[in-house]
């Protein structure tokens, strides 16, 4: 069957082009925004600060890879709208996309984006209140990290700066300063001096009380 090339559409948020063809249950031959383009365009929507957008976009995202059944690129979906709906400050939905995410890579055994899923789940359990909860993610995410032979640095920097305002907010100075100093390291390696003024900020404060 001759498919009709060049035909172009407009979708959420003015979306334009970035449409394939693809073959609908029943077998039928439908036009359909192509994921990648839907991501691109949601993150440059979130970028800009166009937030109901941006959730628009990679929820539609979302629902085409699940279609696809592509799970690394519903895996990634999730995480973006996670992202998104975290802005909006939609917590519970931004912790079910990023739950469903880290089963994902579970099951595919990749396990620095595990951790990375692991550390933004914490990093919302942590803004609940939920500190028990977020306190275990955050040990786990760590041990992932620490286990693998190259952790990218400035995640794992992350992940040791969200379990250092945990610590802190729960009044434990001495271990959150341990943490803060751990985490200067990795953010003076990954040349991210937002970080280090930040660590070496908080370090001084708690040494300062």
């Not at 035909?7 to 693809?22: E, T």
């Not at 109901?52 to 979906?77: G, I, S, T, W």
């Not at 400050?89 to 595919?108: F, G, M, N, P, W």
Request: proline letters at 5%; charged letters at 25%; aromatic letters at 6%.
């Amino acid at each position: 069957m001759r498919l009709p090339w060049g035909l172009r559409g407009q979708g959420p948020g003015g979306l334009r082009g970035g449409m394939v063809w693809s073959w609908r249950p029943h077998g039928t031959l439908s036009l359909m925004f192509d994921p990648e383009t839907l991501l691109a365009r949601g993150r440059e929507a979130r970028g800009e600060n166009r937030l109901d957008e941006a959730r628009d976009l990679l929820a539609q995202a979302v629902a085409e890879c699940r279609f696809m059944k592509d799970p690394p690129l519903l895996a990634r979906a999730l995480k973006a709208l996670g992202q998104a709906e975290r802005d909006l400050k939609h917590t519970s939905t931004a912790l079910q996309c990023y739950r469903e995410a880290v089963a994902i890579y579970r099951d595919r055994g990749d396990k620095l984006a595990k951790a990375h899923g692991i550390r933004h789940i914490a990093d919302i359990l942590r803004e609940q209140k939920s500190g028990a909860e977020a306190e275990k993610a955050y040990d786990k995410a760590l041990a992932i990290y620490r286990a693998h032979p190259a952790p990218p640095p400035l995640d794992l920097a992350n992940t040791l700066r969200g379990f250092a305002l945990l610590k802190d907010g729960a009044g434990d100075g001495e271990e959150a300063v341990l943490l803060w100093r751990q985490a200067l390291d990795l953010y003076s390696l990954a040349g991210v001096q937002a970080g280090v003024a930040e660590c070496q900020s908080n370090i001084a404060f708690l040494l300062g009380r």
